[in-house]
């Protein structure tokens, strides 16, 4: 036997020579020599470099030499003989005791996948004989080398799980492999050929990488096949350029391409080595990781946080879809979700058809054969094709799978059975494409067999901003404000905005903060910075960083970091060791009936009295009793609501200034972070006309902006246009137990109206409700019939919206207060962030701080009497945002202060079906018990 | 069998000479294969003349944003020539340029200031938002405070004067022939980034309450490309005839005066130039480049250089219909959102013959 069958584990013993860098690099020639005689010369050497002392390495070398026994069940390449391509070289291999035995009949030329399988399996003979008589051990490592798919996270985590204890030599030496792999070639820059315009170029593009190997040919090829000559303005060239290293003799590196929002998502990993690819794909985009990424990760069920984390980022999910030519059937669904719905997914689905008429549909892992798709379901194929493409997404769930029946249904009846590969059923592809049965985390085929029962009375719920209008580098926005008079009105606004790294596609707005990951730091660092007017993020400081490798003890359970879990009626969150959990007041199992009924959910179990007082972080609460259970001592509130109370009385301001009432909620510490309810504003010189944001004034003129007012040294009474129905006072008790003079001043601050009168009691707090002061015959009608309305804690009256009750950490904000020149963290700023996130016109947002600090967010029709199909648009941006919080999505808690966000809970406002439009698709879907089957694809379509 | 178990032996037989050249021997066989180099790239990209080839191999990244300069230049002549007989298009090859025209025409003006206009504004919004190695922000605007004005330096400066050197060193790499073309080229090619640079803006942030301007720090910023391609249509309408000078010694062209001045008078920096007559791009022609008019969209009623008339050259129209849809008669609805209609409306559109 020769001695190059064990040279490549030679390499997994250097590691033991870290510290003596000339013996590491002695070490590591050795795997590089090909010829017996001079590996024995080399060896000879060998100690020079590497004094005897280093034992582990030199046990290492040697039983990594031949002599180590074999495995009595056949010869090491025995596994690869079906990858020989002549059949008289598949017979010799299975014959051969040795690889000398083959190489007469199998040529290294023609032969290479045979060659390489048996290379890996020598390798992996080496790695595994150190497992000796584990079995267990020895069985997970084997199965590493004998897929010819790279090896799965999963798959390297059995091993290093079994084999730890057995063996640390084996654990490095797998690494050692898995690291290495694979090589560096033409396929890592596959990912260059989706930037090809055509989807002909495309396919041909992946082909040319896949078959040929020189540079050359793979030129010649792409020129010929895409039938463009290399031009650098070309997507498709420009990637193959950007990842082109420049020529040895370039001194500098060139810099780091990073992308922070996919950065953020890799602490989602559940193992370490996607982690480490995750960062290395998001903070160096020139590496050739990518490929690697792809195989390792990108499929892996283990990682699914970390997948759905990176499609979020790529293409968000979004509420609505229109315009499209090919997949129509998808069109005219404003009130589902969607990833990818645009013109270039469209033209992809329409290609995928087309290749898969070729009777084969190729995956990353496998290749499916089929019948004649033309001929056998066109119909479910076509939304197959467009489902993958499209991308429809659950809120909960948020990948984009197949049902696994439908899977099952569509392979029995158009699945080549004669080219199966032996042992395959339509069962078992699908098992291994679509683990999961749960109606609400695939997508049924029947709902995009036919065209939307909606029709085309789109104008209800629109969504201007998907598909996505504006030019790249600019953010879409709904536009909810208005227009210059004479302009052109469009429901949307092109912002400029900063992208998250120079690699990155997502945009940030314009003077916002962001929380990115602090590079070379830790897991737990990160840095708060500015989206400067330059486009660029800005101004960064240091968090502290946080340990989040602590673990909280919750009923002796160790919770990581980031989870969530309730106690009692308390949703809590571990973060960095600590538990934080609500205020609220939970009924516990002991309680009397007579407790249970008159069982209010105030803190403390104060009374549910209503004498208003304001405490110093600007709220109101509706008794003494309450404030200071909230942990406010007799100073640090006085009677009365904070809206009646003056902070202009005392006039705070220098001479030239004056006292401009500022009401505000602060969410950090007010002793640190004084809570000011007032500004001193002079007389500003010069106002920019041209901006508008429009403010009313309190004789009911309107201001293009605020500015303007104070110039005209006018008096705001809220912001937006001047409404007719606000020109008269008319008070409203809003969900914050503040009585506002008009409907007009409590939107302005963003606070939804509970009642139409002065506040006069305060709502129960608990979850089920039983006892409060309120007096349902003060409350409005619900604005639409047959809605199953939500009432906000401490409300008295129910409303047809969806609603989040956000659990937040105050130290967190404290932080961001401190970063930001002590300026205090308000309700209103997240409010302002969190209204950018809805995407759909007739949906808006409002808030307030709930008497148990928690932030309650409710998202309300904008119309007066709103359709069933508004109501179901609002529920499921809520559910959209609830999910974002609970999955930490980057795309919101980027945002500072959002990142302070630890748990959210939704409840939405559903519609009887009497109500809803005769055929509405989505319930009927569900309870079919055919839809059950999936295809696990996020980010890559089927197909070549 | 070789297994190592007496290490005595083996130091007896050690040669560190020999070891040091087998490793260094087979460092070379070590190195990495990049899966596509840039310098075969580079060698295919067409149009490209030896030194920008060397350029574009030493710095891939930058060929990208040239690229996208080129092609910003290439989108704005179309635009500011889409009603024109000629729509900045020529016959022959495309490259990173574009088509070229062959005559020495106001045209082939427009084109090579465009482009070396739009190499210049790619390279420096690119060093600004941090997508280029060597560049950033314009390193002179920092920090300085006007205590009068009120205002200082703040944000990230665009740095023109960096995107304008790249712009001459790459552009300007083209002109390899010695023939008055080349000083005709090279004239325009530095009209164009000097428009650029004259149309550098200085933006402000106010600090203060919503829009007032009590406090504000400033930056430059580069100009929309929109408004450099009026501004080079404008001078497009202007430009000079001029012809070249051919120096006593050399033999060769060596500056360019104006045909219609008296004596040597050079023509202005910042004036576009062109050394022949516009052929009428009617027809197709291989001689002069022109790419003819046929087939191009046409305004059925219009008196000018979009109408029919004219852009057809007298050959007359064909007629095709189909339906237009927009978003029309939007408002702002109470509260708060702005509503609007799909229109639709059935129209017709004529091309050449």
Redesign the interface.
């Known amino acids: 036997m020769g001695?190059i069958r064990n040279l490549t584990g030679d390499q997994a013993c250097c590691h033991y020579a870290v510290e003596v860098p000339q013996c590491r690099?002695?070490c590591e020639?050795l795997a590089?020599?090909r010829s017996e005689s001079?590996l024995?010369h080399?060896?000879?050497?060998?100690?020079?470099?590497c004094p005897?002392s280093m034992t582990e390495l030199?046990t290492c070398?040697?039983s990594s030499?031949?002599?180590v026994p074999q495995k009595p069940e056949g010869w090491v390449g025995l596994g690869c003989c079906e990858l020989a391509i002549s059949p008289d070289c598949r017979r010799e291999c299975k014959q051969a005791s040795s690889k000398n035995d083959i190489t007469k009949v199998c040529k290294k030329d023609t032969e290479k996948p045979l060659y390489k399988c048996i290379t890996k399996n020598e390798m992996g003979s080496v790695c595994c004989s150190y497992a000796g008589r584990h079995t267990n051990c020895r069985e997970y490592c084997q199965a590493i080398f004998r897929t010819d798919a790279s090896p799965s996270a999963s798959q390297i985590k059995a091993v290093e799980d079994y084999c730890q204890s057995v063996s640390p030599q084996l654990i490095s030496c797998v690494s050692n492999y898995t690291k290495s792999y694979p090589n560096?070639?033409?396929?890592?820059?596959l990912y260059c050929c989706d930037a090809a315009e055509e989807a002909h170029c495309q396919t041909s593009c992946k082909h040319i990488?896949r078959t040929m190997t020189t540079?050359?040919e793979?030129?010649e090829g792409l020129?010929k096949e895409c039938r463009s000559?290399?031009?650098?303005?070309?997507p498709l060239?420009?990637c193959?350029?950007?990842?082109?290293?420049?020529?040895?003799p370039?001194p500098?590196k060139?810099?780091k391409k990073i992308d922070w929002a996919k950065l953020h998502c890799c602490s989602k990993a559940n193992t370490s080595q996607c982690r480490d690819m995750c960062q290395d794909v998001s903070t160096n985009w020139d590496t050739?990781t990518w490929q690697e990424f792809d195989q390792l990760c990108e499929y892996n069920p283990v990682e699914t946080d970390l997948i759905t984390c990176l499609a979020d980022v790529r293409e968000p999910c979004q509420l609505g879809c229109n315009d499209l030519a090919y997949c129509t059937n998808f069109n005219n669904r404003p009130t589902e979700l969607f990833r990818s719905c645009n013109v270039q997914s469209d033209q992809g689905a329409m290609n995928d058809i087309k290749l898969w008429s070729n009777g084969t549909i190729r995956m990353p892992f496998m290749n499916i054969p089929v019948l004649d798709i033309r001929k056998c379901q066109p119909d479910m194929w076509k939304a197959v094709a467009c489902a993958l493409q499209i991308k429809p997404c659950y809120s909960k769930s948020r990948g984009s799978i197949i049902c696994r029946s439908d899977c099952v249904d569509i392979l029995t009846q158009c699945g080549d059975r004669k080219r199966f590969r032996e042992g395959m059923t339509p069962e078992r592809i699908c098992d291994l494409l679509s683990p999961t049965d749960d109606p609400e985390r695939c997508i049924p085929l029947e709902r995009y067999l036919k065209p939307s029962s909606l029709g085309n009375f789109i104008?209800e719920v629109?969504h201007p901003c998907n598909p996505n209008p504006c030019p790249s580098n600019y953010l879409c926005e709904?536009?909810?404000?208005?227009?210059h008079v004479g302009q052109d009105?469009?429901?949307y606004l092109c912002v400029p905005g900063c992208?998250l790294g120079?690699a990155s596609d997502f945009l940030v707005h314009m003077d916002t903060r962001v929380q990115v990951p602090a590079q070379n730091a830790g897991l737990g660092c990160y840095n708060v910075c500015t989206c400067?007017?330059?486009?660029?993020l800005?101004n960064c400081a240091p968090m502290p960083c946080i340990d989040t490798g602590k673990k909280c003890m919750v009923g002796g359970q160790a919770k990581s970091h980031g989870t969530s879990f309730r106690v009692n009626c308390h949703p809590c969150s571990c973060y960095a060791g600590e538990i934080v959990c609500s205020h609220r007041e939970c009924l516990s199992s002991d309680s009397t009936d007579d407790q249970r009924r008159h069982f209010t959910g105030l803190p403390c179990g104060c009374p549910n009295n209503f004498l208003p007082v304001c405490a110093r972080n600007g709220r109101t609460y509706p008794t003494a009793c309450v404030a200071r259970c909230m942990g406010f001592n007799d100073s640090h509130f006085h009677f009365g609501t904070c809206h009646t109370s003056n902070p202009c009385s005392y006039n705070p301001c220098s001479r030239d200034k004056r006292c401009v009432p500022r009401r505000r909620v602060c969410l950090t510490d007010t002793s640190e972070f004084p809570c000011r309810q007032y500004?001193c504003?002079?007389r500003?010189?010069?106002?920019?006309k041209t901006?508008l944001?429009p403010v009313c004034d309190t004789d009911n003129m309107e201001h293009p902006?605020?500015?303007?007012l104070?110039?005209r040294g006018k008096t705001l009474a809220y912001l937006?246009?001047c409404?007719d129905?606000c020109r008269k006072p008319q008070e409203v008790c809003g969900h914050n137990g503040e009585t506002y003079g008009t409907i007009c001043e409590a939107?302005s601050e963003r606070v939804a109206v509970d009642y139409h009168s002065p506040c006069y009691a305060v709502g129960a707090v608990a979850e089920h409700p039983s006892d409060s002061g309120c007096n349902p015959k003060h409350c409005p009608p619900l604005s639409t019939k047959g809605c199953k309305p939500v009432t906000p804690p401490g409300a008295c009256c129910p409303l047809c919206a969806g609603m989040l009750q956000i659990l937040w950490n105050k130290q967190q904000m404290n932080a961001f207060a401190k970063l930001n020149r002590n300026q205090p963290v308000t309700l209103h700023d997240i409010l302002r962030i969190l209204r950018l996130h809805v995407s759909v016109?007739?949906c808006?947002i409002f808030g307030y701080l709930s008497i148990d600090s928690e932030i309650v967010i409710l998202i309300v029709p904008?119309d007066q009497t709103p359709t069933p199909l508004q109501i179901e648009a609002c529920s499921k941006e809520a559910e959209k945002i609830d999910s974002l919080i609970n999955y930490g999505s980057p795309t919101l808690v980027s945002h500072v202060p959002l990142s302070a966000f630890l748990t959210s809970e939704v409840k939405v406002s559903t519609i009887s079906s009497s109500a809803l439009p005769a055929a509405s698709p989505l319930p009927l879907c569900l309870s079919l018990p055919l839809l059950l089957l999936l295809l696990t694809l996020v980010g890559a379509p089927w197909g070549l | 069998?070789?297994?190592?178990?007496s290490?005595n032996a083996?130091?007896s037989?050690?040669?560190?000479q020999?070891?040091l050249i087998?490793?260094s021997g087979?460092y070379l066989?070590?190195?990495?294969?990049?899966?596509?180099?840039?310098?075969?790239?580079c060698n295919?990209?067409?149009g490209l003349a030896p030194r920008q080839r060397v350029i574009?191999?030493?710095?891939?990244?930058a060929?990208?944003v040239?690229?996208?300069g080129?092609?910003l230049g290439i989108n704005e002549c179309q635009y500011q020539f889409r009603y024109g007989r000629w729509n900045c298009s020529a016959l022959g090859?495309?490259?990173?340029f574009g088509q070229e025209l062959r005559v020495g025409s106001k045209e082939a003006a427009f084109t090579y200031a465009i482009t070396a206009a739009g190499v210049a504004h790619a390279v420096t919004a690119a060093c600004?938002?941090?997508?280029l190695?060597?560049c950033g922000?314009d390193r002179e605007k920092q920090g300085y405070h006007d205590q009068e004005e009120g205002w200082k330096w703040g944000?990230?400066?665009?740095d023109v004067k960096y995107g304008v050197e790249f712009s001459r060193r790459f552009v300007d790499a083209r002109e390899i022939k010695k023939n008055a073309r080349r000083l005709m080229n090279l004239h325009n090619n530095e009209a164009g980034r000097k428009v650029l640079e004259e149309r550098m803006k200085l933006?402000c942030?106010?600090h203060?309450?919503?829009?007032?301007?009590?406090t504000k720090t400033c930056?430059t910023?580069l100009p929309k490309f929109r408004e450099i391609g009026y501004v080079l249509k404008e001078r497009y309408s202007a430009a000079v005839q001029v012809e070249a000078v051919r120096a006593t010694r050399l033999r060769q062209p060596s500056f360019l005066r104006l045909k219609q001045g008296r004596g040597y008078q050079k023509p202005p920096v910042t004036d576009l130039v062109y050394l022949e007559r516009s052929p009428n791009y009617c027809e197709k022609d291989a001689t002069t480049g022109s790419a003819g008019t046929q087939g191009r969209l046409c305004n059925h009623t219009s008196p000018h250089t979009d109408g029919c008339n004219l852009m057809c050259c007298g050959r007359g129209h064909n007629t095709h219909q189909y339906t237009r849809v927009w978003?029309c008669n939007?408002?702002?609805?109470?509260?708060?959102?702005?509503?609007?209609?799909?229109c639709s409306e059935r129209t017709e559109v004529f091309t050449c013959k």
């Open positions: 001695l690099e002695a020639q590089t020599i001079r024995k080399f060896l000879q050497r060998l100690p020079g470099y005897e030199w070398i040697n030499l031949p002599g560096k070639t033409p396929k890592d820059s990488l540079e050359h793979i030129i020129i000559e290399p031009l650098p303005q070309d060239w420009q193959f350029l950007g990842n082109a290293n420049p020529p040895p370039e500098e060139p810099p050739q104008e629109i709904v536009n909810r404000k208005g227009c009105c469009l429901p992208k120079e400067s007017p330059s486009g660029r800005e500004e504003v002079s500003p010189p010069s106002c920019d901006q944001d902006n605020l500015c303007m104070y110039q937006g246009h409404q129905a939107y016109p007739q808006d904008v | 069998m070789l297994i190592i178990s290490r083996l130091l037989v050690y040669y560190p020999i070891f087998l490793t087979s066989a070590l190195s990495s294969v990049v899966a596509l180099g840039a310098n075969i790239i295919k990209i067409p574009c191999q030493s710095r891939p990244d060929i990208i040239i690229g996208e080129a092609q090859e495309r490259t990173v600004s938002q941090g997508n190695s060597h922000c944000g990230c400066s665009a933006e942030k106010c203060g309450v919503s829009g007032s301007c009590t930056w910023t978003q939007c408002k702002f609805q109470w509260c708060c959102f702005v509503k609007c209609n799909t």
